[in-house]
């Protein structure tokens, strides 16, 4: 598990963040502090991290990056711990665009997919 603050390669993502799943990396996203943790087999263990590291709950948000796939469906926004009726998000899924074009920005920012 590692918490991203600068920018990584899509390479560097495939060799250091592919340890427990051959072809996805989880990833937690802070919308506010724009960083994110990576490589875990549980998102719940990357948003602990994160909650170590002094992110605030309400700002986390879990995500699969597929580095094999187009960039277009490089991130998908689902995970458990994005279950939160108390934020209106009651699927596992992101539902609220304004997040879900944050997290594309950070991630935009954190790793160079290349072409």
Known sequence: M???KTKITKK???EKYLNYFETVSKAVVDVDKEIMAVDAELH???ETLLLENGS???NLWGINLYPFKEKTDFIEFTSLINIRPS???RSMEIENNDITEKIIKIVGNLVDYGN
């Open 2 to 4: 590692e918490i991203i």
């Open 12 to 14: 560097e993502l495939i």
């Open 44 to 46: 719940s263990d990357l």
């Open 56 to 58: 605030n709950h309400e």
């Open 87 to 89: 934020q209106n998000n």
